[in-house]
C-alpha cells in the first residue's frame, strides 16, 4: 500500500468553527488531490497539488482552502465549517499524473 | 469537459454467478480509465486501469475490464463472483494531460450465499 495517512480519522465540529485536515506521504509523489464523498455523487474533486506551493482548484472548491509547504503535506482547510461540508474526504497520490493511490479517509461532521 | 456514467446504482448478484457493471464515458480527448473498488469503511483500492494498447485489461481478484472506443464503454467483469467482492465498484477517467480523474457516482455490488 503507498504509505498515506490521514488526520484526523473522524471529527465532530460546530458549524462556524475552523477545521484543518491533513494528509501525510511518504511516497515522495508529486501530485496529492483532495476529494470529498456523498452518497450519490462518488468522489468529487476540491484541490490538488503538483508541487510544493502548486495548488489549483477541482469541481467543489467554495469554502475550502489548502496549502502545500513540503512536499509530504497536503493540508485541508474549511475556514469556517457548515453543515454542507459534513462528507467523508479522502487524499490521492500521484506520481506520473495517471494512477492515484488513495488514504484511508477522515470522516467530517459538522452540527 | 469528461464525463462518466455508471448505469447501475446497485447490482445483487448470487455467489459464483458472473457479474458485469457498465461504465460509459464522455470526452473529446484520449482518457485514461480506471475501475477502483471500494470495501466498507475504506479508502479506495485501484483494481484496473486502461493508458494505451490491448483493449482487454486484467486486474487484480480476477476481474477484467474491456475497453470499447466506438461505443466509449469500460465494462468490469468477473465470471464468478465471490461474497467477499461486496463492494462499492467505481469508474473513473482522466485525460492524460491534466492529471484529474473524473469519477462515476458508484455501482454497489451486493453478493448473496
Known amino acids: 500500500d503507498a504509505g498515506i495517512t490521514q488526520s484526523p480519522r473522524h471529527k465532530v465540529t460546530e458549524t462556524g468553527t475552523p477545521v484543518t485536515l491533513r494528509c501525510h506521504q511518504t511516497?515522495?509523489?508529486?501530485?496529492m488531490y483532495w476529494y470529498r464523498q456523498d452518497p450519490g455523487h462518488g468522489l468529487r474533486l476540491i484541490h490538488y497539488s503538483y508541487g510544493v506551493k502548486d495548488t489549483d482548484k477541482g469541481e467543489v472548491s467554495d469554502g475550502y482552502s489548502v496549502s502545500r509547504s513540503k512536499t509530504e503535506d497536503f493540508l485541508l482547510t474549511l475556514e469556517s465549517a457548515t453543515s454542507s461540508q459534513t462528507s467523508v474526504y479522502f487524499c490521492?497520490?500521484?506520481?506520473?499524473?495517471?494512477?492515484?493511490?488513495f488514504g484511508p479517509g477522515t470522516r467530517l461532521t459538522v452540527l | 469537459a469528461q464525463s462518466v456514467t455508471q448505469l447501475d446504482s446497485q447490482v445483487p448478484v448470487f455467489e459464483e454467478a458472473p457479474v458485469e457493471l457498465r461504465c460509459n464515458y464522455s470526452?473529446?480527448?484520449?482518457?485514461?480509465l480506471f475501475w477502483y473498488v471500494q470495501y466498507p469503511n475504506q479508502g479506495l483500492q485501484l483494481l484496473l486501469k486502461y493508458l494505451s494498447g490491448s483493449t482487454l485489461v486484467k486486474g487484480i481478484n480476477g476481474f477484467e475490464a474491456e475497453f470499447n472506443k466506438s461505443q466509449t464503454s469500460f465494462h468490469l467483469r468477473k465470471p464468478s463472483v465471490h461474497i467477499s467482492d461486496t463492494a462499492e465498484y467505481f469508474c473513473a477517467v482522466s485525460r492524460g494531460s491534466n492529471y484529474k480523474l473524473t469519477f462515476g457516482k458508484g455501482t454497489l455490488l451486493t453478493v448473496n450465499p
Open positions: 490521492a497520490i500521484s506520481e506520473g499524473g495517471d494512477t492515484q493511490y
Open positions: 470526452s473529446s480527448v484520449s482518457v485514461y
Open positions: 511516497e515522495n509523489h508529486r501530485y
